[in-house]
């Protein structure tokens, strides 16, 4: 799914429907649709547009669940 935007004068397109740079992954093609059931080619949805990186904009304000990769430098 891709939707088009606008934030402060200039025109975006987004694929992302959630925050952050780790994409969400489903397990299928019907789960990924279950994710935007609501929301059909032409509507009117609202797209949250990180001030500091608008070309990211995406459309469920919650996070992905992936943990968080924490690595140690050896000394």
Do not use: C, W
């Not at 935007?5 to 019907?30: A, H």
């Not at 032409?42 to 992936?66: I, M, N, Q, W």
């Amino acid at each position: 799914m891709t939707f088009d935007y606008t934030y402060e004068g200039g025109s975006y397109t987004s694929t992302n429907v959630y925050p952050g740079e780790l994409p969400r992954e489903f397990g299928n093609e019907d789960q990924a649709r279950a994710q935007l059931a609501d929301d059909g080619p032409g509507d009117t949805v609202t797209a949250y547009v990180p001030p500091d990186s608008p070309g990211e904009a995406f459309l469920k304000h919650t996070t992905t669940g992936k943990p968080f990769l924490a690595i140690e430098a050896a000394s």
